[in-house]
């Protein structure tokens, strides 16, 4: 909680030297091709309005655009913020392998399983052939009567 207040100080502060550089959002929008609406939410704080692959980006463009004295300091405190996201994501991935480790469920990877049906075509063929011949050569051959 106290981070987030924080972080949205230095949101403030980061505003006003958009505003004391005379910048407005559109112009920066507009240069970095970041939609508006996005700018807007980052400014006024809500993080969870921007496209989650594309935060940080949008964020040190932002920076990058205003030309401020450390931009390390306001993108590690960004990466604070977002950090408790990517504890969750790593909690549900650990999850999955738990999950997919189980005994009775296993997972044949995509080239072995193809491997195994390029080997098995020829041998079906193979196969069906051999009982083609067979069922042929038992077959008491045809005589031809006799008028």
């Not at 910048?23 to 989650?52: C, H, V």
């Not at 469920?105 to 399983?113: A, C, D, S, Y």
């Amino acid at each position: 909680m106290a981070d987030e207040q924080l972080f949205n100080q230095m949101l403030e502060e980061l505003k006003a030297i958009r505003e004391e550089k005379k910048m407005d959002l559109k112009t920066i929008s507009e240069k970095f091709r970041i939609q508006l609406k996005y700018l807007q939410a980052l400014e006024a704080g809500n993080l969870d309005q921007l496209p989650k692959v594309y935060d940080r980006f949008i964020f040190k463009s932002y920076l990058k655009e205003l030309q401020v004295e450390n931009p390390e300091k306001y993108l590690s405190a960004f990466d604070e913020i977002r950090k408790p996201e990517k504890k969750q994501t790593a909690f549900f991935k650990t999850k999955a392998k738990q999950e997919s480790s189980k005994p009775g469920k296993e997972f044949i990877p995509k080239q072995v399983l193809l491997k195994m049906v390029y080997a098995g075509i020829p041998l079906l063929i193979l196969i069906a052939l051999v009982l083609i011949l067979v069922n042929n050569n038992n077959k008491a051959p045809v005589q031809p009567r006799k008028p």
